[in-house]
């Protein structure tokens, strides 16, 4: 049986979850941070609204024989960010003494490819295990415990209620942050990720005598008042939250161990940091235990909120391979008080696509995983190839929005971009602004009325329209034809395309390419498999 909330439960979480979050962050000079404004959020870099348009690396390519692979792809794709682990085994080979070498020749490299980074700092926890942690750590089990389960079997996953381990990930991830400090400057690195998918698998959680006895003591004052529960509602786990009790039991403390590990960090170096999250089925949870526990999966949100404070986003990682179970994680992770940032994704033109759903929802960043072809596995595919094929409709998407990245990143903030992505079964979408209603149209004949579009062969077209002004638009996309109707449905006028210029944006502002008339627009604004840009004034008649 299907595992929920208890109703009044269910309303305390979303309502701590829906709160307003707390007043925009004030100024902070040059470094990343974040800035929220009636519900929606905007990643400020260099000063302005930056979109991350990234990639992530393979799990095992963060060395220096794999990373030129790494940056072929990322060159292919257009990506602006590459993602990287820092792996705690490789960065603290003895106690206390820390090998910050390949994070600076990271470093180095992004710079000289003109991309940005997000550190992964895989430490206690990467998918659930502990396979990261440093061989002199490995060697002293009995000090860093792993979780025992309900039957009493070994699980193989950290615990979180042993503060030995936590000490040393704090120690060692402050250094990495104080050296980044120190070693950049001019913040090549914008956001750090602390832990990876944090939890447990093949139990929900940590059934050991320690582990026991702080599951039978009350909940924690600031967990209540952080839900809105009264005081009196106080008692042990089981009491407070019935059959809910062990997984939020193990989500609160995982969460509080990732956050003490991100505050530690902050103290040294205050970027922006967050937790990603291994995803239960968005429309059809099954039961605690079927999905890793302990992580910030969507019924927990409010829980790791709490918790750790000092992370400033719980990030989605997105596997889900159709489109509803895709657009309802976006929905869950697009909060008030929540930037939406994919951090992992997909690596198929299906995924590719995704990214506008993204933006529609007003993601400040997105990433597929393994784009140098999983992380080594294979060599660095030669051009031409069918491999490096695999980055083409990554390299398309990015190819349309990275130019006007900054434009799109600030468009959004501001509540005046909406994006569309392809359905397989939906082949007319629209985008609704205050006087007009944007239609998209997917498999429309180049010329004439698109009354019957069949859609492409595959469900990849994508396009997204902001409004610069009462009747300017600003038009980009592929595979399908965007064209405008009054929004008024009970209006005669018709519309007509008064000027449409294809265009650049450089420098802040618009560089005009060519004026598209005639075969150009009279059917509508046919957007083809090239990327490319428009400026579209319209007046009725």
């Known amino acids: 049986m299907r595992t929920r909330l208890r109703p009044c439960l269910a309303l305390v979480l979303a309502s701590a979850l829906l709160a307003p979050p707390a007043a925009t962050r004030a100024s902070e000079g040059d470094l990343p941070h974040f800035v929220h404004k009636d519900g929606r959020h905007a ?5 302005a609204p930056f979109l991350m348009l990234g990639g992530q690396s393979g799990n095992s390519s963060a060395w220096p024989s794999e990373l030129p692979g790494v940056w072929s792809a990322v060159e292919r794709m257009h990506a602006n960010t590459l993602e990287v682990p820092v792996y705690w085994e490789q960065f603290e080979p003895a106690p206390g003494r820390y090998d910050p070498s390949i994070v600076d020749l990271m470093i180095g490299q992004a710079r000289e490819h003109h991309v940005r980074l997000v550190l992964l700092w895989f430490g206690t926890w990467k998918n659930g295990s502990s396979h990261y942690i440093p061989l002199w750590m490995k060697a002293k089990q009995e ?16 615990s979180p209620h042993f503060p030995a381990s936590l000490e040393l990930d704090k120690s060692a991830f402050r ?11 001019v913040h090549t690195v914008i956001m750090v990720q602390v832990e990876n998918e944090s939890g447990a698998w093949d139990t929900i959680r940590d059934y050991s005598p320690t582990a026991q006895a702080i599951f039978e003591e009350p909940v924690p004052a600031e967990l209540l008042g952080a839900l809105g529960l009264s005081a009196k509602s106080g008692g042990n786990w089981t009491a407070v939250f019935g059959k809910d009790a062990d997984e939020f039991f193990h989500a609160w ?36 235990g079927t999905y890793e526990s302990g ?22 990682d997105i596997y889900q391979d159709d489109s509803a179970r895709y657009r309802r994680v ?23 696509h995704m990214l506008f759903a993204a933006l529609d929802k007003g ?13 080594g596995a294979y060599p660095v595919p030669a051009a031409g190839s069918r491999e490096e094929d695999r980055l083409a409709p990554l390299a398309l998407n990015y190819g349309i929005v990275g130019p006007i990245m900054r434009e799109v990143a600030r468009l959004e903030f501001e509540g005046r971009l909406h994006a569309v992505a392809e359905e397989a079964d939906a082949h007319t979408q629209s985008m609704d602004f205050r006087s007009w209603t944007a239609v998209v149209t997917y498999g429309a004949p180049r010329f004439g009325a698109a009354n019957e579009p069949k859609g492409n062969p595959e469900p990849t077209g994508v396009a997204l329209v902001a409004s610069l002004g009462p009747d300017e ?31 650049a944006f450089e420098d802040g502002g618009y560089k005009l390419i060519r004026i598209w008339n005639g075969d150009q627009t009279d059917w509508g604004l046919n957007l083809r498999a090239a990327p490319v840009v428009l400026r579209v004034r319209l007046r009725t008649f």
């Not at 025992?148 to 193989?156: F, H, L, P, R, Y």
């Not at 530690?264 to 059809?284: Q, T, V």
């Not at 976006?330 to 590719?352: I, K, M, Q």
């Not at 638009?473 to 008064?498: M, N, T, Y």
């Open 175 to 185: 250094a990495l942050m104080a050296h980044l400090k120190a070693a950049d400057p």
């Open 473 to 503: 638009f600003l038009v980009a996309g592929h595979s399908c034809r965007v064209d405008f109707k009054p929004a008024d449905p009970a209006s005669k006028a018709k519309r007509e395309f008064l000027h449409v210029e294809e265009v």
């Open 330 to 352: 976006l929905e869950l992770y697009a909060r008030p008080d929540n930037p939406l940032f994919v951090p992992e994704t997909g690596f198929s033109p299906w995924y590719a």
């Open 43 to 47: 990643f400020i870099v260099d000063g």
């Open 295 to 316: 992580g910030p999966t969507d019924n927990v949100l409010a829980i790791w909120k709490a918790a750790a404070p000092a992370l400033d986003v719980l990030s989605p």
């Open 253 to 288: 403390f995982v969460a509080r161990y990732v956050g003490q590990v991100a505050a530690a960090g902050k103290e040294a170096y205050p970027l922006p940091m967050y937790a990603n999250a291994a995803l239960r089925d968005p429309i059809s949870p099954g039961p605690a």
């Open 363 to 375: 993601a400040v960043g997105w990433a597929p995983f393994g784009i140098d072809l999983v992380g």
């Open 143 to 158: 000090l860093y415990p792993k979780i025992i389960g309900k039957s009493g079997q070994s699980v193989d996953s950290p």
